[in-house]
């Protein structure tokens, strides 16, 4: 589980639209024996028992790990061992733990069947298309799959024409054609002849480096593709063609499937624009995309191609989701590439890490000189937003995969609420400074312009309660002969009454872009009960960041 220290870059680590998808269903066609497959997308919203429950023939599932120290084989492929580190394996008659716990995207698997090579079995894998990625090792060990063009497949030849050092001598190319494992499988294919199976990995003994995954290759700020979230107007996408011949590159929209069972549903589709620059105004013109639009690309030249959204027709309830794709083909018919695209309403609905910059103590002592401290002292605080709009204040939350149905994405405030498998995959943010397992509901609103008030209350008998000491005769609320007493005796009731000021703009009248959308701030005061005879009121400035835009929370 990653570090609660990991906070400054939270928003890194967790994209505003990462824990929702687009999905496709892709469909492989397996012979009795070894097959080799390429997953293009996601399918961890399901275990492979789950995935493969309709298909008894699927007998096993070898996940490649790519090893940059160590090399699979020389002269050709060997035969999978369970006991390498460079495989994780799902076995549908392994009544112990699997290893093999969900099947990630852009990587390559080997499936064995039951029955020969004339036997074949068609297996059809809901996924979250993925932005294509490749990661080419020097040591000659790639276990690969590319986004080909699958009405027409390309030779690899022409398909590698721009990345000639994985087909050229003396480089070598294998795939499994089902049957046991031999001498002829995987077998060695020609280049020059063979044509490019979308679906299917193939081994190829190249030792070069690189990311080559297609002729054409696109830049986007995260692997969530084209992603607007809740904020988001405009995305520039980078298309790169690699080939020495000027291309010309067909975009067009296409619509997710259903989501699966378990998964956040779809409210539909992203009303895409076209961002154009006007060069004699100065300014962008948004066309709708509807239907298609092409844009060349010169040889081994670069283009960016901008994208808004129209945000007045995202018509939904905060955690409506919307979600395509972006088809892009081009001209020399040799890939075809499936972006994930998506957005949601606009709203403060989320997870945010808020940092409060305690910077003035009301003094209790008559005659006391100012109430400024020398240093501002700093609080960490955690507010989940939910759909309605309550803003709850939260002891510590964890973002990941959840152990309800689907193991979908999403918040929750227990760590025994996370799939146990996946743990590590998990964020948590903790407020040290609150009472333990809290999630507080606030009055008043999450919004610029308004206040949001928290009152914590901290029980005399509380293990987090400053009076209360466990090995202290004196403070652990026991008289002599160890019977609890009441408050007031030992210890006390404490109550903090904490209220968030959301101003327009930064109260030190700096300029911070995002102010209102993605960081919201003002300024911070609390009263404190219970530590003194007298009450104490400190204030100060707070900002708050979002982590996560999922407006459902897992208060279980």
């Known amino acids: 589980m990653k570090s609660p220290t990991v906070l400054a870059a939270a928003g890194c680590l967790l994209s505003t639209a990462s ?10 066609t397996l012979k009795g024996g070894w097959n080799a497959i390429y997953l293009h997308g996601d399918a961890t919203h399901a275990t492979p028992s789950q995935l493969f429950a309709g298909y008894p023939a699927v007998l096993e599932v070898w996940r490649w790990n790519p090893n940059p120290d160590a090399v699979e084989f020389t002269t050709s492929p060997s035969q999978p061992y369970a006991t390498s580190s460079e495989w994780t394996i799902w076995n549908r ?10 099947m990630v995207g852009q990587s390559a698997y080997l499936v064995r069947c039951s029955g020969d090579a004339a036997t074949t079995t068609t297996v059809s894998i809901p996924q979250r298309p993925l932005p294509p990625s490749a990661t080419w090792l020097v040591t000659g060990a790639n276990f690969l799959g590319f986004p080909a063009n699958a009405s027409s497949p390309p030779v690899l030849s022409s398909y590698f024409a721009s990345f000639p050092a994985a087909t050229t001598a003396p480089s070598k190319i294998y795939k499994y054609i089902g049957g046991d494992l031999g001498s002829a499988n995987p077998l060695q294919i020609s280049a020059s002849s063979e044509r490019l199976n979308r679906n299917t990995a193939y081994w190829f003994e190249a030792a070069t480096v690189g990311n080559f995954t297609a002729p054409v290759e696109y830049e986007l700020p995260g692997t969530d593709g084209v992603a607007f979230g809740r904020t988001g107007n405009v995305i520039t996408l980078g298309v790169m063609n690699r080939s020495t011949n000027a291309l010309t590159l067909t975009f067009s929209t296409e619509a997710s499937e259903s989501a699966p069972s378990g998964q956040p549903g779809i409210s539909g589709g992203v009303p895409l624009t076209r961002r154009i620059f006007d060069s004699t105004t100065g300014s962008y013109s948004d066309t709708p995309v509807s239907g298609s639009f092409t844009v060349s690309v010169p040889a081994s030249g670069r283009v960016n191609v901008d994208f808004g959204i129209d945000r007045s027709q995202l018509n939904g309830t905060p955690d409506s989701h919307f ?11 040799l890939s075809d590439v499936l972006l994930p695209v998506s957005a949601q309403t606009a709203s403060p609905a989320g997870l945010w890490v808020g940092q409060v910059d305690v910077s003035t103590v009301n003094s209790t002592v008559a005659g006391s000189p100012g109430n400024t401290t020398a240093r501002p002292f700093p609080l960490r605080m955690n507010v989940h937003v939910d759909a309605s709009g309550t803003a709850r204040l939260l002891s510590q939350a964890f973002v990941g995969p959840l152990a309800s149905a689907g193991n979908a994405p999403g918040i929750c405030i227990r760590e025994s609420s996370l799939q146990a498998d996946r743990k590590a995959e998990a964020l948590r943010l903790v407020s040290s400074q609150m009472p333990l397992d809290r999630a507080i509901p606030g009055t008043g609103s999450f919004a610029a312009g308004s206040t949001l008030r928290h009152t914590v209350t901290i029980p005399y008998d509380d293990a987090t309660n400053p009076f209360v000491h466990s090995y202290h005769p004196d403070h652990d609320n026991k008289d002599a002969r160890m019977a609890r007493l009441n408050a007031g005796v030992e210890s006390y009731d404490i109550t903090r009454d904490i209220t968030f000021t959301f101003t327009a703009s930064p109260p030190d009248g700096s300029s911070i872009t995002g102010w209102g959308t993605t960081i919201y701030g003002g300024t911070y005061s609390e009263t404190i009960s219970g530590v003194n005879k007298n009450p104490l009121t400190v204030g100060g400035t707070f900002t708050f960041r979002r982590v996560s835009e999922i407006a459902d929370i897992d208060l279980n």
């Open 323 to 333: 979600a395509s794709f972006l088809r892009v083909k081009d001209s020399a018919g």
């Open 19 to 28: 824990l929702h998808a687009q999905w496709k269903t892709e469909t492989y």
């Open 93 to 102: 008659n392994d009544s112990g733990e699997q290893k093999l716990t969900a």
